[in-house]
């Protein structure tokens, strides 16, 4: 059985941090790619981060610079370290697994951005 865990989301002012983690089990973690993925009311499920089992990454334009995807294979673990937090960041963020026509997720983990 798969079961991807999420945690640390929470309330954050703007220009904060916060890291989220993402705890796998059920799979073979170091041959799948894993990503983060985020949902805000009203609007579509995107792309937040990915990395493939290769470790070649891919970050959403509007994360660059600011938002940092790592893996802990050795953990099963794949973290999120969002910087310099935006009002705009406020969502549902989903863990994601990823390996051909295999695709699993998290539960999420809600990330509000306010003052």
């Known amino acids: 059985q798969v079961q991807l865990v999420e945690s640390g989301g929470g309330l954050v002012q703007p220009g904060g941090s916060l890291r989220l983690s993402c705890a796998a089990s059920?799979?073979?973690?170091?041959?799948?790619?894993m990503g983060w993925y985020r949902q805000a009311p009203g609007k579509q499920r995107e792309l937040v981060a990915t990395?493939?089992?290769?470790?070649?990454?891919n970050y959403a334009d509007s994360v660059k610079g600011r938002f940092t995807l790592s893996r802990d294979n050795a953990k099963n673990t794949v973290y999120l370290q969002m910087n310099s937090l935006k009002p705009e960041d406020t969502a549902v963020y989903y863990c994601n697994a990823h390996r051909f026509s295999l695709n699993f997720w998290g539960q999420g983990t809600q990330v509000t951005v306010s003052s």
């Open positions: 990395e493939t089992s290769g470790g070649s990454l």
């Open positions: 059920g799979i073979t973690f170091s041959i799948y790619a």
